[in-house]
Protein backbone atom coordinates (compact mmCIF):
# COMPACT_ATOMS: atom_id res chain seq x y z
CA UNK A 1 0.00 0.00 0.00
CA UNK A 2 1.49 3.34 -1.35
CA UNK A 3 0.11 6.95 -0.27
CA UNK A 4 0.55 10.12 -2.41
CA UNK A 5 1.19 7.34 -5.35
CA UNK A 6 -0.73 9.74 -7.91
CA UNK A 7 2.85 10.63 -8.96
CA UNK A 8 6.29 11.37 -8.34
CA UNK A 9 8.10 8.74 -5.60
CA UNK A 10 4.57 7.53 -4.47
CA UNK A 11 3.69 6.28 -8.77
CA UNK A 12 7.22 5.54 -8.84
CA UNK A 13 7.18 3.57 -5.86
CA UNK A 14 3.94 1.66 -6.42
CA UNK A 15 5.40 0.49 -10.13
CA UNK A 16 8.61 -0.80 -9.21
CA UNK A 17 6.86 -2.78 -6.27
CA UNK A 18 4.45 -3.96 -8.67
CA UNK A 19 7.14 -5.25 -10.90
CA UNK A 20 8.81 -7.51 -8.53
CA UNK A 21 5.59 -9.30 -8.51
CA UNK A 22 3.59 -7.17 -5.47
CA UNK A 23 0.05 -6.49 -5.54
CA UNK A 24 0.09 -2.68 -5.13
CA UNK A 25 -2.47 -0.55 -3.80
CA UNK A 26 -2.56 3.10 -4.57
CA UNK A 27 -3.57 5.39 -2.16
CA UNK A 28 -4.16 9.55 -2.86
CA UNK A 29 -7.03 12.34 -3.88
CA UNK A 30 -6.45 12.34 -7.25
CA UNK A 31 -8.18 9.15 -8.74
CA UNK A 32 -7.78 9.93 -12.27
CA UNK A 33 -3.99 10.28 -11.63
CA UNK A 34 -4.17 7.16 -9.20
CA UNK A 35 -5.64 5.22 -12.36
CA UNK A 36 -2.99 6.22 -14.82
CA UNK A 37 -0.52 4.73 -12.44
CA UNK A 38 -2.16 1.33 -11.41
CA UNK A 39 -2.99 0.73 -15.38
CA UNK A 40 0.50 -0.60 -15.89
CA UNK A 41 0.28 -3.77 -13.69
CA UNK A 42 -3.73 -3.91 -12.47
CA UNK A 43 -3.54 -2.49 -9.19
CA UNK A 44 -6.19 -1.51 -6.40
CA UNK A 45 -6.88 2.11 -6.89
CA UNK A 46 -8.25 3.57 -3.25
CA UNK A 47 -8.90 7.17 -3.18
CA UNK A 48 -8.52 8.57 0.03
CA UNK A 49 -7.23 11.39 2.12
CA UNK A 50 -4.41 11.16 4.53
CA UNK A 51 -5.49 14.44 6.49
CA UNK A 52 -9.28 12.57 7.43
CA UNK A 53 -8.93 9.68 9.75
CA UNK A 54 -11.84 8.25 9.02
CA UNK A 55 -10.82 8.43 5.18
CA UNK A 56 -7.73 6.62 6.18
CA UNK A 57 -9.74 3.52 7.96
CA UNK A 58 -12.46 3.73 5.29
CA UNK A 59 -9.11 3.11 2.87
CA UNK A 60 -7.71 0.13 4.45
CA UNK A 61 -11.02 -1.62 4.85
CA UNK A 62 -10.83 -1.37 1.04
CA UNK A 63 -7.65 -2.55 0.87
CA UNK A 64 -8.16 -5.66 3.17
CA UNK A 65 -10.97 -6.97 1.27
CA UNK A 66 -9.26 -6.92 -1.74
CA UNK A 67 -6.29 -8.44 -0.90
CA UNK A 68 -6.20 -9.31 2.49
CA UNK A 69 -4.14 -8.39 5.44
CA UNK A 70 -1.74 -5.96 4.34
CA UNK A 71 2.41 -6.56 4.62
CA UNK A 72 4.22 -3.71 3.43
CA UNK A 73 3.17 -0.21 3.54
CA UNK A 74 4.95 3.14 2.02
CA UNK A 75 4.14 6.59 3.51
CA UNK A 76 4.71 9.04 0.71
CA UNK A 77 2.16 11.86 0.99
CA UNK A 78 3.30 15.14 1.10
CA UNK A 79 2.90 18.51 0.63
CA UNK A 80 5.13 21.34 0.58
CA UNK A 81 5.78 25.04 0.67
CA UNK A 82 8.55 27.89 0.74
CA UNK A 83 8.49 30.84 1.59
CA UNK A 84 10.38 33.45 4.25
CA UNK A 85 9.15 32.95 8.19
CA UNK A 86 7.48 36.79 7.97
CA UNK A 87 5.34 36.38 4.77
CA UNK A 88 4.53 32.59 5.45
CA UNK A 89 0.98 31.42 4.54
CA UNK A 90 -0.64 29.83 8.14
CA UNK A 91 -2.58 27.74 5.57
CA UNK A 92 0.26 26.11 4.08
CA UNK A 93 2.03 25.28 7.38
CA UNK A 94 -1.07 23.91 8.52
CA UNK A 95 -1.31 21.78 5.50
CA UNK A 96 2.40 20.67 5.39
CA UNK A 97 1.55 19.50 9.42
CA UNK A 98 -1.61 17.37 7.95
CA UNK A 99 -0.27 15.97 5.64
CA UNK A 100 3.34 15.47 6.29
CA UNK A 101 3.03 14.99 9.81
CA UNK A 102 -0.81 14.11 10.84
CA UNK A 103 -1.12 11.85 7.99
CA UNK A 104 1.72 9.54 8.32
CA UNK A 105 1.21 9.24 12.08
CA UNK A 106 -2.57 8.13 10.95
CA UNK A 107 -1.35 5.64 8.29
CA UNK A 108 0.93 4.22 10.09
CA UNK A 109 -1.49 3.74 13.51
CA UNK A 110 -4.42 2.28 11.08
CA UNK A 111 -2.39 -0.38 9.25
CA UNK A 112 0.70 -1.67 12.19
CA UNK A 113 -2.06 -3.85 12.97
CA UNK A 114 -1.66 -5.63 9.79
CA UNK A 115 2.03 -5.71 10.00
CA UNK A 116 2.52 -6.69 13.14
CA UNK A 117 0.17 -9.60 12.09
CA UNK A 118 2.29 -10.13 9.21
CA UNK A 119 5.58 -10.28 11.26
CA UNK A 120 4.29 -12.50 13.61
CA UNK A 121 3.64 -15.12 11.19
CA UNK A 122 7.41 -15.04 10.00
CA UNK A 123 6.91 -12.71 6.29
CA UNK A 124 9.20 -9.55 5.34
CA UNK A 125 7.16 -7.22 7.02
CA UNK A 126 8.28 -3.01 5.88
CA UNK A 127 6.75 0.53 7.00
CA UNK A 128 8.61 3.13 4.72
CA UNK A 129 8.24 6.35 5.66
CA UNK A 130 9.28 8.97 2.91
CA UNK A 131 10.83 12.01 4.76
CA UNK A 132 13.50 14.05 2.90
CA UNK A 133 17.00 14.84 3.22
CA UNK A 134 16.12 17.91 3.99
CA UNK A 135 15.16 16.88 7.51
CA UNK A 136 19.15 17.49 8.36
CA UNK A 137 19.63 20.61 6.48
CA UNK A 138 19.37 24.48 6.79
CA UNK A 139 17.87 26.21 4.61
CA UNK A 140 16.01 30.24 3.83
CA UNK A 141 12.41 29.51 2.87
CA UNK A 142 12.12 25.55 3.86
CA UNK A 143 12.11 26.00 7.87
CA UNK A 144 8.25 24.74 7.91
CA UNK A 145 9.10 22.07 5.40
CA UNK A 146 12.12 20.81 6.82
CA UNK A 147 10.73 20.78 10.58
CA UNK A 148 7.91 18.44 9.05
CA UNK A 149 10.03 16.09 7.36
CA UNK A 150 12.45 16.00 10.62
CA UNK A 151 9.54 14.93 12.77
CA UNK A 152 8.91 11.83 10.40
CA UNK A 153 12.44 11.10 10.32
CA UNK A 154 12.52 10.61 14.11
CA UNK A 155 9.19 9.12 13.91
CA UNK A 156 10.46 6.50 12.18
CA UNK A 157 13.63 6.06 14.43
CA UNK A 158 11.29 5.71 17.32
CA UNK A 159 9.12 3.62 15.39
CA UNK A 160 11.83 1.12 14.75
CA UNK A 161 12.98 0.63 18.23
CA UNK A 162 9.06 0.34 19.08
CA UNK A 163 8.34 -2.37 15.94
CA UNK A 164 11.82 -3.67 15.16
CA UNK A 165 11.47 -5.98 18.07
CA UNK A 166 8.39 -7.46 16.89
CA UNK A 167 9.57 -8.68 13.15
CA UNK A 168 8.52 -5.24 11.57
CA UNK A 169 11.32 -3.88 9.23
CA UNK A 170 10.87 0.58 9.76
CA UNK A 171 12.58 2.49 7.03
CA UNK A 172 12.96 5.93 6.49
CA UNK A 173 13.81 7.45 3.42
CA UNK A 174 15.46 10.19 2.62
CA UNK A 175 15.40 11.81 -0.63
CA UNK A 176 17.33 14.57 -2.34
CA UNK A 177 16.40 16.72 -5.31
CA UNK A 178 13.80 14.21 -7.20
CA UNK A 179 11.97 15.24 -10.12
CA UNK A 180 7.99 15.89 -8.79
CA UNK A 181 5.75 18.31 -9.01
CA UNK A 182 5.51 18.72 -4.78
CA UNK A 183 5.71 22.46 -4.45
CA UNK A 184 4.37 23.28 -7.31
CA UNK A 185 1.60 24.69 -5.73
CA UNK A 186 3.11 26.61 -3.57
CA UNK A 187 1.40 29.80 -2.54
CA UNK A 188 4.75 32.18 -2.55
CA UNK A 189 6.26 32.77 -5.58
CA UNK A 190 9.40 34.06 -5.05
CA UNK A 191 10.17 31.52 -2.69
CA UNK A 192 9.14 28.78 -5.35
CA UNK A 193 11.83 30.62 -7.88
CA UNK A 194 14.40 30.52 -5.64
CA UNK A 195 13.77 26.95 -4.93
CA UNK A 196 14.24 26.06 -8.70
CA UNK A 197 17.05 28.06 -8.53
CA UNK A 198 19.00 25.71 -6.08
CA UNK A 199 17.62 22.56 -7.99
CA UNK A 200 19.27 23.75 -11.37
CA UNK A 201 22.79 23.75 -8.75
CA UNK A 202 22.31 20.08 -8.24
CA UNK A 203 19.96 18.83 -11.20
CA UNK A 204 17.46 15.77 -9.63
CA UNK A 205 17.39 12.35 -10.44
CA UNK A 206 14.03 10.82 -12.05
CA UNK A 207 11.29 9.74 -9.07
CA UNK A 208 11.60 6.37 -10.35
CA UNK A 209 15.30 5.94 -9.61
CA UNK A 210 13.93 6.55 -5.44
CA UNK A 211 11.45 3.79 -6.52
CA UNK A 212 13.68 1.71 -7.36
CA UNK A 213 16.09 2.30 -4.52
CA UNK A 214 12.78 1.59 -2.02
CA UNK A 215 11.65 -1.66 -3.94
CA UNK A 216 15.33 -2.98 -3.53
CA UNK A 217 15.58 -2.17 -0.21
CA UNK A 218 12.26 -4.21 0.58
CA UNK A 219 13.59 -7.42 -1.17
CA UNK A 220 15.86 -7.90 1.58
CA UNK A 221 16.16 -11.00 3.06
CA UNK A 222 13.66 -11.21 6.06
CA UNK A 223 15.22 -10.15 9.45
CA UNK A 224 17.50 -7.70 7.43
CA UNK A 225 16.68 -3.90 7.58
CA UNK A 226 18.15 -0.72 6.21
CA UNK A 227 16.93 1.48 8.32
CA UNK A 228 17.80 4.32 7.02
CA UNK A 229 18.43 5.38 3.19
CA UNK A 230 19.46 8.68 1.67
CA UNK A 231 18.60 8.37 -2.34
CA UNK A 232 20.46 11.77 -4.21
CA UNK A 233 21.89 12.92 -7.03
CA UNK A 234 25.66 12.22 -7.26
CA UNK A 235 26.08 15.87 -7.85
CA UNK A 236 24.33 16.89 -4.70
CA UNK A 237 26.23 17.20 -1.51
Not at 52 to 78: F, K
Not at 147 to 164: I, N
Not at 187 to 209: D, F, H, K, T, W
Request: proline fraction near 6%; charge should be negative; charged fraction near 15%.
Amino acid sequence: MVTGAGTGIGAATATALAERGAHAAVLGRRPERLAATAQSFDGLVVPADVTDPDSIVEAAGRVRTAWGRVDLVVVNAGFMAAAPVTEADPREWRQMLDVNVAGALETTRVFVPDLLAAAADGHATDLVLVSSIGAHLAMPDLSAYFASKAAVTQFGRCLRAELGPQGVRVRVVEPGNTASDLGQDMGNGAARGRLVSYVEQAPPIPAASVGEAIAWSCALPAGVNLAALEVLPTVQG
